[in-house]
């Protein structure tokens, strides 16, 4: 179990931070230390914020090409030094920002729709003088929390309504309408807490065996070591997509299961549909779910992303899979965790920040009134990254004894371990230059024309760690794998 600190502001090297979180990802799931060969390039801060952001996002990207590489090294494959540079892994918690469609006959690509902004969004004081935030997410969202609220979509008209509510039963009256919003809190307020109690007691990632099974090498090669690797990618919005992305980058057959009727944001699905394929499947009809059924016989990694207790209802929670399969890896990634009463609450990478203190310590770090997000999402892509580590983990522990693994992470927790790693000093932001961006970009061809992209920011001189495949556009392909 990572132990929770009270963030050090004393001026720790981002080296010492990224190893220390290093060590303690190895410890959480059991593998191998890798800090002995690998170069972390460590420099300036891009990001405006005290949160240790780049070495938290370094150090769970090296976990994982340290298993990824233990991986090929049973398909042949020979020591290399494992390489990362701190201000690619800091641009890569805003991927999406650097995609650029080059075709202008194509105009700019899939764009998150026009839709005008809506006042339903962002911090707002309420009767008792503390802060609530409003995530309006997708349309229906917005339509919900107007409702609530009683009033149309006018920013003064939200702020007069919200000052009639105390905050926590406004937070109370929106998880019961199944709406996102959470109350502001500070980090030693959310650590006192029931959900905040319970999450700290356990691990950041955690790794569940829930079955046996005969043991399964891992199919790769001695560069791409999760080739034949075939992944099942039931997730949208960053968090989720992004491990299944990152499983990609080491060479996994990929196929991501949406549903038409679910809304989406085009941007941030191209942004982590690099190396997968996508159909559209819809498991309300018996059809459609027999036919995620025989995939999931096929799968070797099953993630999904939705509302607790959403999978179940469905009849695909982590105890079905695993019945239909023995031997699978089930990664679970919501916003709160995977017990206690907050379990089920929607959330977004916001509202993380929002409840574990992050918000309210930028606030303070930007000498602003009121609480402030942070200038990325840095929960949403580290715990992708996070989720990736313990798929690779699982799988490796597969390939050694068998068995059936639950893989589990949340945006809060994750939260909470990046405010464990300490906060800098005196942060002194130098924001990421285009020439550095050319540096980490590649380009590929694409539905929408010629796609420049951010690499993956780990790598490795033995690995060829790389999306092969340009993002598909939703819906677009048969719901088989290719391997």
Known sequence: MTKRRTPNRTSRSSGAVFRQALAELGSVTGTPPVSNDIRFGARATGLDTPFRAAEAAAAALAAGAGIARDLARRNGGKPGVIELDSRHAEASLTSFAYLRFLDPKRGLGPRQPGEARTAAAGFYPTRDDRWIYLHSGFPHNTRGLLTLLGVPDDRKAV???????????????????GLCGAMVRSASEWDASASGRLLGSRPVVEIIQMGDSDPEPVPGSAERPLAGTRVLDLTRILAGPTCARTLASYGADVLRVGSEHLPSIPLFVTDTGLGKRACYLDLGRAADARRLKRLIRQADVFSQGYRSGAMERLGFGVSDVVGMRPGIVYV????YGHEGAWRPRPGWEQLAQTVTGMAAAQGRHLKQPAPTLLPAAVNDYTTGYLAAVGALAALALRAERGGSYWV?????RTAMWVRSLGVHAAPRPRPVTASEIGRWSAEMDSAWGPLVYLRPAVSANRLDICWDRSPSPLGADRPAFVS
């Open 159 to 177: 702020g007069r309504a919200v000052r009639r509510w105390r905050a926590a039963e406004l937070e109370d009256a929106i998880a019961e309408a």
């Open 332 to 335: 679970s990634i919501n916003c």
């Open 408 to 412: 589990r992470v949340s945006l809060a």
